[in-house]
């Protein structure tokens, strides 16, 4: 379809954050060289548990917030869902999820990402899901919620942290940092421009917390290589800040088709669910509970676009992830 949707950018800032006192990780150290068709970060200088506690407050966390799309180019009120097949869901097809999020399993492993943009020092929100990886240390997300940069320019999202079941400030199953990002090299190459795109996904390795590994406290999703095709009934999660708040786990019941990309595969597309912006890097999860795409953005005209679990993109940066141990 050839159709480009501005993605759910994350451009609101927290007032202050970049005056004086903020936690930001020292310089990262340079990383070993990732295998063909991915690039990894450097390697983040974590912070402790106790650091990350300290900069990560309530307060901080509560008040990061995306903006979904430059207001200017969207419509003042998105179109509803078209048809809704959500139990329960509104107009644009979401559905608060059942609590406590820790007890159903798609709900469990979907979390909250929070991270400082190094461009301005600010921060934002995405949202992601704990996969089952080799190494038991892997969070799925949005490319563009880990790279921050222009084309080939290095610059990567800082002070990251995924909360399993985030509810309302509530950490039930706690916070965990982020060690190194892996991205398509196709997403490195275009660059984080402020549009969707079907190889906007991410390979996020977590930092064990002493012998606990975050798949073995939290569980984790399987996944499919999924490059084209219709799937229906498919349940994406997420958090989206707009519209509802950030402080609910929310999600929508879809059937997807293709959508033409830019860079050779197809989007999982939809016009049941309406993404707002903190959905993105949310997981798209079949029955079987396996990963078959991640939330990319919304073209708020009821369309929502899913960069998929692709052999060439998602795949290899998963690969990418278990071969350096997560």
């Known amino acids: ?5 501005l993605r759910l950018k994350t451009l609101l800032a927290v007032a202050g954050l970049a005056a004086g006192g903020a936690l930001v990780a020292s310089a990262p150290i340079a990383s070993a060289a990732s295998p063909d068709g991915v690039v990894q970060s450097p390697q983040l200088d974590r912070f402790t548990q106790g650091q990350t506690e300290k900069f990560w407050t309530p307060e901080r966390l509560r008040s990061a917030r995306p903006v979904a799309q430059d207001a200017p180019k969207v419509a003042a009120m998105p179109e509803a869902a078209s048809p809704v097949l959500t139990p329960g869901g509104d107009q644009f097809g979401n559905a608060q999820v059942a609590r406590p999020y820790t007890s159903d399993f798609k709900s469990r492993v979907t979390g909250k990402v929070f991270f400082v943009n190094p461009r ?16 038991k240390s892997v969070v799925a997300t949005a490319a563009h919620c880990v790279f921050q940069g ?4 290095q610059l990567w999202s800082q002070n990251f942290i995924f909360i399993p079941s985030y509810d309302n400030n509530s950490r039930p199953l706690g916070t965990w940092n982020a060690a190194t990002f892996w991205i398509p090299t196709t997403y490195f190459n275009h660059g984080n421009d402020g549009f969707t795109h ?13 012998a606990s590994k975050i ?35 929310l999600h929508c019941i879809g059937n997807g088709r293709n959508a033409g990309g830019f860079n ?19 997981p798209v999860i079949n029955s079987s ?7 990319s953005g919304s073209d708020r005209s009821t ?9 060439n993109t998602w795949i290899p940066v998963l690969n990418a992830a278990q071969a350096a141990g997560f």
């Open 289 to 295: 509970n396996q990963l078959l795409a991640v939330t």
């Open 120 to 135: 301005d020092g600010l921060t934002y929100v995405c949202s992601g899901s704990v996969i089952n990886s080799t190494g």
């Open 264 to 282: 050779g595969d197809t989007y999982l597309f939809t016009n049941n669910c309406v993404a707002f912006g903190g959905w993105s890097g949310g």
């Open 198 to 210: 079907e190889d906007d996904v991410a390979s996020v390795a977590i930092a064990a917390q002493g």
């Open 215 to 249: 798949t073995n406290v939290v569980g984790g999703l399987g996944w499919v290589s999924n490059n084209s095709g219709v799937i229906n009934g498919w349940d994406t999660h997420g958090y989206p800040q707009e519209m509802y708040g950030g402080q609910n786990q």
């Open 303 to 311: 369309n929502s676009f899913y960069a998929r679990t692709a052999s």
């Open 1 to 5: 379809m050839g159709i480009r949707a």
């Open 150 to 153: 222009a084309a080939g320019q």
